[in-house]
């Protein structure tokens, strides 16, 4: 289950900061690197952001209600966290998260082992 948890924080923090970063470039586009304010930082937050919803619902399908229910309270704690970290870490996990939440979907939906 530790690997379920570590994932669904990541997915959280991912899609926290992708968020984060989408609206501090529509606030103050200086303060934020120019890919965040064109399609790249609009489709990482898209993308980020369904990820989290497919997430909950791959756990739903395959595991009982109250899992789902875990999982989407790791990934409002990812969330969380993802306030929490510095701005600089933040952009970096939002230009990250289209790769990483599609490596972490494929081991969820077991296309391949991550271990």
């Keep these: 289950m530790n690997f379920y948890i570590v994932v669904h924080i990541l997915m959280g923090i991912s899609a926290g900061a992708a968020a984060h970063t989408q609206k501090l470039a529509g606030i103050s586009p200086s303060q934020a690197p120019k890919w965040a304010y064109g399609p790249l930082g609009s489709l990482s937050a898209t993308f980020a952001f369904f990820a989290a919803i497919a997430a909950v619902v791959t756990t739903a399908v395959q595991y009982p209600v109250l899992w789902a229910l875990a999982t989407f309270a790791e ?34 939906w077991g296309f391949w082992y991550i271990g």
């Design 75 to 108: 990934l409002v704690a990812g969330a969380f966290i993802a306030g929490l970290i510095p701005t600089g870490l933040r952009f970096l996990f939002a230009l990250i998260a289209i790769p990483l939440n599609v490596v972490i979907l494929g081991a969820l």
